[in-house]
């Protein structure tokens, strides 16, 4: 739900300040204990609501907006 959603939208930023880089979402799922494929569905949710941004296909493209 929405506190999922949020705790992905901070693993986010909190990575890519730490590392100068955007996560996979790998180590977004690692990072908030949330699966995988739950990842994956929050984050499509993200981007249809235009709340993050990323490039299909390639990787470390994730960014919040």
Do not use: C, W
């Not at 693993?11 to 908030?32: D, G, K, S, W």
Request: charged content about 20%; cysteine-free; proline content about 5%.
């Amino acid at each position: 739900g929405q506190k999922n959603r949020q705790k992905i939208i901070d693993a986010i930023t909190a990575y890519q300040v730490a590392h100068n880089v955007p996560p996979t979402l790998r180590e977004v799922a690692a990072e908030t204990g949330i699966s995988l494929t739950a990842v994956v569905h929050h984050v499509n949710m993200l981007y249809a609501d235009n709340l993050v941004t990323f490039e299909p296909g390639k990787r470390r493209t994730l960014r919040v907006l």
